[in-house]
Nanobody, 112 residues
């Protein structure tokens, strides 16, 4: 049984930081591309960042230089470090395993 569980969301002031975690089980984690998406109210879900099995990364233009994706194959976990947060980063953030499994999402709210 595959499990994908995000954590680390919350309320933060503009300019602040958060680190999201996505813990997985039931898969051979090291073999998968791991992705972070987000969905703001009234908007489509968008890809924020991904990291492949070799550790190469890619980011949406809107988060380049502020967000960092990383993986720990020993812990079967992927992270999203988010710095210099802006109100427009407010969304539910989702982790995805390859093109298959989704987590339940974690809310990030950036507001003063």
């Amino acid at each position: 049984q595959v499990q994908v569980v995000e954590s680390g969301g919350g309320l933060v002031q503009p300019g602040g930081s958060l680190r999201l975690s996505c813990a997985t089980s039931g898969i051979i984690f090291r073999d998968y591309v791991m992705k972070w998406y987000r969905q703001a109210p009234g908007k489509q879900r968008e890809l924020v960042a991904f990291i492949n099995s070799g550790g190469s990364t890619n980011y949406a233009d809107s988060v380049k230089g502020r967000f960092t994706i990383a993986r720990d194959n020993g812990r079967n976990t992927v992270y999203l470090q988010m710095n210099s947060l802006k109100p427009e980063d407010t969304a539910v953030y989702y982790c995805r395993v390859g093109n298959q499994y989704w987590g339940q999402g974690t809310q990030v709210t950036v507001s003063s």
